[in-house]
C-alpha cells in the first residue's frame, strides 16, 4: 500500500505539473487588428495585437483612414493622406523604443485620428459608431488660444487636445458626473474636466480655467 501510494502521488504531482505548464503556455488572445497579428513583426504590432484598447483604437483609425482615402476635398488630398500614414505607421512602431511604449502607442493613435478628422468633412460625418468625435473648439478665459479638442471613445477613452504651439493625449478616468481626463508630460500635470458645454481645464503651472465650447456648425 505504501508503494502504491506513492505512486499515486507522484503521479497527481506530475498530472499538476503538466497542468499548470499548460497554462503558462497558453498565449494572451490576439484581438482584431487592421492588420494580420499572425505575421507581426514589430513589437508594437504585437503589443496592440494583445491590448484591447489598442487594438480597437488601431481598427478605428483604419476606419477613418479608407474615409480620408475617398474624400477629394481632404486636406490634404488624398495621395498626401497616404503617404502620411506610411510616415506615422513608422513613427507608431518607434514608440517601442519609449519609457511606456503603450502610452506612446495611445497618443499616436490618438493625434492621427485627430488629423484625419481635422481634415475630412467625410471622415467627420461618416461616423455611425461614434468611436471618435470631434474636433470641437473650447474656449479658455485666461487661454489666448482656442482648443481643439478630438475624443477616442476607446475603453478606457482619451482626448487628444491641441492649443497654439502645445498638444496633449489625457486618459479617462472614472467620474461621477461628465467626464474627467488627465495625464502628464514633461512640463507636469494636466486635468481637463467636462460636464455638457462647461469645461474645467488645468495645465502645468496654472490655475484651473474655466472653458465653454463653442458652437459648431
Request: charged letters at 20%.
Amino acid at each position: 500500500m505504501k508503494t502504491l501510494t506513492g505512486i499515486c502521488t507522484c503521479l497527481f504531482v506530475a498530472s499538476a505539473a503538466i497542468s499548470l505548464c499548460a497554462k503558462a503556455a497558453t498565449p494572451a488572445p490576439l484581438f482584431k487588428t487592421s492588420f494580420d497579428c499572425a505575421g507581426a513583426t514589430a513589437p508594437v504590432e504585437k503589443l496592440i495585437c494583445r491590448d484591447a484598447q489598442l487594438a480597437g483604437m488601431d481598427r478605428e483609425l483604419n476606419r477613418l483612414y479608407r474615409l480620408a482615402l475617398t474624400d477629394e476635398r481632404s486636406v490634404p488630398r488624398p495621395e498626401k493622406v497616404d503617404s502620411e500614414q506610411q510616415i506615422w505607421t513608422l513613427k507608431r512602431n518607434q514608440c517601442f523604443t519609449e519609457a511606456d511604449p503603450k502610452a506612446c502607442t495611445v497618443a499616436r493613435y490618438a493625434e492621427r485620428a485627430h488629423q484625419l478628422r481635422q481634415g475630412s468633412a467625410i471622415v467627420r460625418t461618416k461616423d455611425p459608431d461614434r468611436l471618435t468625435e470631434g474636433p470641437v473648439a473650447i474656449r479658455c478665459a485666461g487661454l489666448n488660444a482656442l482648443i481643439a479638442a478630438t475624443y477616442f471613445n476607446a475603453d478606457p477613452g482619451v482626448v487628444y487636445l491641441s492649443w497654439a504651439n502645445s498638444a496633449i493625449t489625457l486618459n479617462q478616468e472614472p467620474a461621477g458626473a461628465g467626464l474627467r481626463y488627465s495625464g502628464k508630460d514633461n512640463s507636469g500635470y494636466y486635468s481637463f474636466s467636462q460636464s455638457g458645454d462647461e469645461v474645467l481645464f488645468q495645465k502645468p503651472g496654472s490655475a484651473t480655467m474655466r472653458c465653454q465650447m463653442e458652437p459648431t456648425g
